[in-house]
């Protein structure tokens, strides 16, 4: 099945520090989604964009829809230990837009060091 | 508090034994979806039903049955499990308004032995 590239797999900071991490396609996506998942929860949405090159933030959180629309990134800035966890992209590709059935990245595990 | 509530939160099961996972939402959403999360896979789905009455397959159906019983309930069954299921499973809905998240339950974690 179709899967998205995310990167880094995982990477440790330094608190304060601030984190960028991606997630890539090879095909076209009609929306981008970023969640973020503690130790033995579920996913919870931190970001939606829905149009090509859209900018939004959420508090420290910054993401974008790539202007390819393959693409998809999200900056954390000036990073704290609760920022710690799981950080996975999802997208719904533009073929099967009317099913909303996201496709999730592998994951990024951060790590803040205090 | 409203959300996603999945039971139980814990199985151990033995090969070719049978199960059921329960999934119940508050939040009068039409779609309801099944993933299982693997260690370097990310969430793959299962199964799911974008509305009352409607189920469909997702990339890894095989070994699994669903029923959507009403609009706030959707369950995931499992006839004979096998190790290969060995996961920590996911139910989440959506409003069918739009392009929207979902909201996840708090997950399953099933290991077959």
């Known amino acids: 099945g179709q899967q998205l590239n995310q990167s880094p797999q995982s990477m440790f900071i330094q608190e304060g520090e601030d984190v960028s991490m991606n997630c890539t396609s090879s095909?076209?996506?009609?929306?981008w989604l970023w969640y973020k998942q503690d130790p033995g929860e579920g996913p919870v949405l931190l970001i939606a964009?829905?149009?090509?090159?859209e900018l939004t933030s959420n508090g420290r959180l910054t993401a974008q829809f790539g202007i390819t629309r393959k693409d998809s990134f999200l900056n954390i800035s000036a990073s704290i230990p609760s920022d710690v966890g799981i950080y996975f992209c999802a997208g719904v590709p533009f073929l099967t837009s009317g099913t909303y059935k996201y496709i999730f990245g592998t994951g990024t595990r951060l790590k803040v060091l205090a | 508090n409203a959300g996603v509530t999945q039971t139980p939160k814990f199985q151990v099961l033995k090969t070719g034994q049978s199960m059921t996972l329960q999934c119940a939402q508050d939040m009068n959403h039409n779609s309801m979806y099944w993933y299982r999360q693997d260690p370097g896979m990310g969430l793959r789905l299962i199964y799911y039903s974008a509305s009352e009455g409607t189920t469909d397959k997702g990339e890894v159906p095989n070994g699994y049955n669903v029923s959507r019983l009403n609009k706030r309930e959707f369950s995931l069954r499992l006839e004979s499990a096998a190790p290969s299921q060995t996961s920590v499973y996911f139910c989440?809905?959506?409003?069918?308004?739009?392009?929207?998240?979902?909201?996840f339950g708090s997950g399953t974690r099933l290991t077959v032995v």
């Open positions: 095909s076209i996506f009609n929306t």
């Open positions: 964009l829905y149009k090509a090159g």
């Open positions: 989440a809905s959506r409003d069918g308004a739009g392009a929207r998240g979902y909201t």
